[in-house]
Every structure is written in structure tokens, then in C-alpha cells.
């Protein structure tokens, strides 16, 4: 119950924090567009703005992929181990993707205090850089939290998008 | 020994089903630490430095525009409009098949929506038209994989990112060898379907399909010929065509709601979501290769081995296409494209016709067993069992062959715009 209730509130904040990243993105991509075409001179700031909202929505669609079952997985070795294990391999690739998550997430927060302490600025922009930069770790720790998740209770786990192609064609296998 | 481990680990983490982030990320790490200076916050740095590019911009932006597209009525008008033009013409039913999937692609950007889209609302009708199944199960899954030439594509934005070349050239590139594959595949349409005939022109159903499909095809045209023109970047057409499709679907077509639209936005950033930290580490992993000079010495040993630009073209090619069989395409452009890239350029083959080549190798990946994308789609929409769906595709396959090598060693077809 709890797994689920905070794995519903983790998606829903993931979800929020990426929709409105992509109306910023759009936003001023295309008012840079126009802009232009009225004035004769772009925002200047556009894109580095657009780079930033790409982050947002980049980093946290980690976990919006992770929800859904989405991520990239090269397949050609799922059948070298025999099927009855694959209980077992499921709680595996879940824990493995979770430290790795979590690894990364505690290599970028190292490099994200280096930027703070150098006071490191945006050249286009002129504000500090950490606080964008700290969405990485951010997304890798709330990505790590919920494979982790995965681990202790895998019914949560989403199904991929090959095994609902699968189920839809009526398990027809490969 | 150091060396030898690394293909142990990885082959390893695939044996354990991890995703493409962890393997990609557990091998950047390890050539850091055993090969680099062992500072692992690198790739983080090395990341970052490469998801701070505004060209990167141009892939979520496409994506998005092609998403909404998709869910709204833009595969319907299409296919009136193709069916009303290619009425008289022998097989006219198959030929709208590929037309529309073309149109559809140039619009979507990606091949498994186009034969979602089409695919779904053309299979009945081929059927009950009277063309074979294994026709109209094969035309759909190839002319699927016309979305991944026709510009705007993402695996060409991709190759475009990994070895620094132009993505506006790569587009217009792409517009020859879309065309030489949809002509193939349409004369096989006509001469395997000469006997169908669905009816005469009607000049005022042309006229009505044309007037509810123009905004669609208006699409690519503003794309392309802003490109084309110098007038837009490939990432500012990217921001237009969003807005384009946002007006349209919403307020001309009406076809979609604003909810509708939230819903595609998180479809899009759960795409996004998949692609791109893989991305950002594959670029991570390309500045520690060339900082190392690897693709430098690989090119250099190879060049000893290889003495001619024909070889070296049908070696690649031959090593894609197993590729193509076994990784998606967007992982192996990210992982290959920094490491086949230079070996071709060395041998004096253009990096945008090299970037065609290779995205078109991939693209018979697509109906290839045992990934193929489109097999597995084409399973699930036509209720059909795999060997059925591999055997329908086989000759659209030996088209899509013949039109590899036709584009591989005739490169005007890809860069006469260019030039």
C-alpha cells in the first residue's frame, strides 16, 4: 500500500515537473521564431532557457520511462537462461538498476557541489548553473528509489512494451 | 587482462537483462577507471557538457510534434486523399498503402507509428479489396520503415549529434533515398497487383480529400523548405512544427483535446525519457574515445586490411545489417556510428552519405527476426503469427536490399541537393 501510494505520488510529480519543462520549452523556442521574424532580432536567451527546460524534461522522463516500462533493452540474450529463473531475474535486473541509479546519482551530486563551490554561472544567462544541474541527481535518486521498489515487490513493476505486444498477440512467441 | 574483462561484464549485464543506461554506464565507467585517469564524476561532467547543446533540442521538439500528429485524424485524411488520386492506376489500393505511409512518415517521424497509424486503418481494406495478406501485411511493415529516411528523422538527428555532422544537410539527404525505396516498392505494388482496379477518378472526392489532407501535407513542405531554404535551423523548424501541429490538430481539424494533449506529452517524455540519459552517457563515452584516440587507431589498423572505399562499404554494410538484426537503432547509432564513422571517412566516403547508409541498414532492421520492431507490431495490430508476418516481408526485404545498394554506391542520390 505504501510501495503504491508512493509510487502514484513519484509519477504524478514526475509527470507535473515534465509537462510544464515542455510548455517552457516550446514556449521559448518558438517565441524566438517569431520574435525574430517580427523584430528582426531573436531572444538571445532562448536557448540556453531550452537547453535547461530539456534537462527538466529529459531527467525526470527517466522515471516516466522507468513507470512505464520503457527503457531501451537490447533483447538477443533473454533466452540463454532458462525460463524458471525468471522470477529470480527480475528481482536481479531491478536491484542492479536501482544502484546503478543510485551510484550515479552519487557521482553526480559530488560534481554538482565541485560547480557549487566554484560558483561556476551560465555565460548566456548569468545565474548560477548548479541549481540545473542538480536535476540529475535528483532524477537518478528518485529513479533508484523506485526500482528499488521494483526490487522488494515486483507486481508493482511495470510490464514492458514487449510483453504487452506479446499479450495483445496472444503470447505468440518469438 | 584489464582489456579482456570489459566484453565479460557487459556481455553479462545483457545475460541479466539490464537496460541499456546500466550497460552503457557500467562501460563508460570502467574505461574511465582502468584507461582514463579513474575519475568517474567525468561522465557526469562529460554528460552534462554534452546535454548542454541546443541542437539536442530538435529531437524532443520532433518527437513531440510527430506524437501529436499521430493521435490526431492526420492518418485518415491521408489515406482519402492517396486513395483518391491512385483510384485508376492498377494495384491503386496498394499504391496508396506505400503513398500514405510515406506521407505519414514524412509527418510522424517514426517508422513503428506510421505502421501503427496506417497500418490499423489499411489492413481491412487491403483485405477486403481482395489483395493478398501476405501483401498488405509486407507492404505495411516496409513502407513502415520509410519514417526512418524520411526527414524529419531521429535516428539521422542522432547520427548527426554523435559525429558532429550537419542535420539540415542530413534531412535533405535523406529526400533521395526515401524517394528510391518508395519507387521500388511501389512498382513491385503495381506489378505484383496489375489485375486490382478500384474505380475511375472522381474529380470531386479528389478535390474534398485534398482540401481535408492539405494541412498534413502542408507539414513536411514547411519543414523541409524552411531547411532547404536557410530560412529555419533544423531545431527552430522542430519548434515551428510543434506549434503547427497544435493549431491544427486543435483548432482547424479539431480533432484533439487539451487533455488528449497532456497525455501525449507524457507519451513523448517517456520516449524522451528512455533516450536520452542513454545518450547523454554514449556521448560521454565518445569524448573519452577520442580523448584516447581510439577510433584514430582503429581507423589506422583497418586502413591496413582495407585497401578500397568498395570494400569497406559492403564490409559495413554486411556488419550493420547483423546489427540491425540484434540492437534497436538508437543504440547502435549512439554506440557505433563514433567508431564505423571515421573508418568511413577514411576511406573517402562522405560522412552525410555515410550517415544515410547506415541509417538505412538499420531501418531493414526493422523487419529483420529477431528484434525487427515492425515484425513484432505487425503480430499484435493483424493478429498474425510471426513466421506469417517474416514471410510476407521477405521480399519487400530483398527491395529494401537492392535499394541499400543502389543508394550506397550511387552517393549523388543522396547528396545532389546537398551539392
Redesign the interface.
Known amino acids: 500500500m505504501i510501495i503504491e501510494k508512493t509510487l502514484n505520488l513519484l509519477n504524478r510529480f514526475e ?1 507535473g515537473i ?2 510544464l519543462a ?1 510548455a517552457v ?2 514556449c521559448v ?2 517565441a ?2 517569431a520574435i525574430r521574424e517580427i523584430t528582426g532580432t531573436g531572444l538571445h536567451w532562448s ?2 532557457i ?2 535547461y527546460a ?2 527538466f ?10 513507470s ?1 516500462g ?9 533466452h ?2 532458462p525460463e524458471s529463473w525468471n522470477p529470480f ?1 527480475t528481482r ?2 531491478e536491484a ?2 536501482s544502484l ?1 541509479c543510485l551510484l ?1 546519482a552519487i ?2 551530486f ?2 554538482v557541489v ?1 560547480t557549487y563551490n566554484d560558483a561556476v554561472q551560465s555565460i548566456v544567462l548569468r545565474v548560477v548553473v548548479w541549481p540545473f ?1 542538480a536535476v ?1 541527481p535528483i532524477a537518478f535518486l528518485l529513479t533508484s528509489i523506485r526500482h528499488l521498489f521494483y526490487t522488494i515487490d515486483p507486481s508493482h513493476r511495470p510490464s514492458t512494451e ?1 510483453e504487452r ?1 506479446d499479450e ?3 503470447g ?3 | 587482462m584489464t582489456a579482456a574483462l570489459l566484453p565479460v561484464i557487459i ?1 553479462l ?11 552503457l ?2 562501460a563508460t565507467a570502467y574505461a574511465y577507471w582502468a584507461f582514463g585517469d579513474g575519475v ?2 567525468n ?3 562529460d ?2 557538457d554534452a ?4 541542437i ?2 530538435s529531437i ?2 520532433f518527437i ?1 510534434a510527430g506524437n501529436i500528429m499521430s493521435r490526431g485524424g492526420m492518418a485518415a485524411r491521408l489515406i482519402h486523399l492517396m486513395k483518391s488520386l491512385t483510384a485508376p492506376i492498377p494495384g491503386g489500393l496498394a499504391i496508396a498503402t506505400i503513398l500514405s505511409c510515406a506521407a505519414f512518415a514524412a509527418v510522424s517521424g517514426s517508422g513503428m507509428v506510421t505502421l501503427l497509424a496506417i497500418g490499423t486503418l489499411m489492413y481491412p481494406a487491403l483485405i477486403n479489396a481482395g489483395y493478398p495478406k501476405s501483401f498488405a501485411i509486407g507492404s505495411l511493415c516496409a513502407a513502415g520503415t520509410l519514417g526512418i529516411v524520411i526527414p524529419p528523422s531521429i535516428p539521422l538527428i542522432l547520427y548527426g549529434i554523435m559525429t558532429q555532422t550537419s542535420i539540415a544537410d542530413l534531412f535533405i539527404a535523406g529526400i533521395g533515398p526515401a524517394l528510391v525505396l518508395t519507387f521500388l516498392m511501389l512498382s513491385y505494388a503495381i506489378i505484383q497487383n496489375f489485375g486490382h482496379r478500384e474505380g475511375n477518378w472522381d474529380f470531386s472526392y479528389v478535390l474534398r480529400s485534398l482540401k481535408n489532407g492539405v494541412w498534413a501535407l502542408l507539414m513536411p513542405i514547411i519543414i523541409l523548405g524552411g531547411i532547404y531554404t536557410g530560412y ?1 535551423t533544423a ?2 523548424s ?3 512544427a ?2 503547427y501541429s497544435i493549431i491544427v490538430e486543435i483548432f482547424i481539424h479539431k480533432e484533439m483535446k487539451w487533455d488528449v494533449l ?1 497525455e501525449v ?2 507519451e ?11 545518450l547523454m552517457i554514449a556521448l560521454s563515452l565518445n569524448v573519452f574515445l577520442t580523448y584516447q584516440e581510439v577510433p584514430q587507431n582503429l581507423v589506422i589498423w583497418l586502413s591496413q586490411r582495407i585497401d578500397n572505399p568498395v570494400s569497406a562499404l559492403l564490409g559495413i554494410n554486411l556488419f550493420l545489417l547483423v546489427i540491425g538484426c ?3 537503432i ?2 547502435a547509432i549512439l554506440i557505433l556510428a563514433p567508431m564505423l564513422g571515421p573508418i568511413a571517412f577514411s576511406q573517402g566516403i562522405d560522412p552525410i552519405h555515410f550517415g544515410i547508409i547506415m541509417v538505412m541498414n538499420l531501418e531493414i532492421g526493422y523487419l529483420t ?3 525487427g520492431l515492425n515484425i ?2 505487425a ?2 495490430i493483424f ?1 498474425e ?2 513466421w506469417t508476418v517474416c514471410k510476407s516481408t521477405i521480399p519487400f526485404l530483398l527491395i529494401m536490399l537492392l535499394g541499400l545498394m543502389i543508394v550506397s554506391f550511387i552517393p549523388t542520390i543522396s547528396l545532389f541537393l546537398i551539392k
Open positions: 509527470k515534465t509537462f515542455f520549452l516550446v523556442m518558438f524566438d521564431v536557448r540556453q531550452g537547453v530539456n534537462l524534461v529529459v531527467m525526470f522522463g527517466l522515471g516516466v520511462a522507468s512505464e520503457a527503457h531501451l533493452r537490447p533483447k538477443f540474450a533473454d540463454w537462461l531475474l536481479i535486473q542492479i538498476m546503478f550515479f557521482v553526480a559530488q560534481v565541485e544541474q540529475i514487449h505486444v495483445k498477440s496472444n505468440d512467441d518469438l | 556481455i549485464l545483457f545475460v541479466l537483462r539490464q537496460n541499456l543506461i546500466v550497460v554506464g557500467v568517474i564524476g561522465i557526469v561532467v554528460a552534462w546535454a548542454n547543446k541546443d539536442l533540442l524532443p521538439l513531440l529555419f531545431t527552430e522542430a519548434a515551428v510543434v506549434v497532456y506529452i507524457s513523448t517524455t517517456k520516449l524522451l525519457g528512455s533516450l536520452f540519459p542513454v540484434l540492437v534497436d538508437g543504440s527476426p529477431p528484434l513484432i507490431i503480430m499484435s493478429k503469427k510471426f
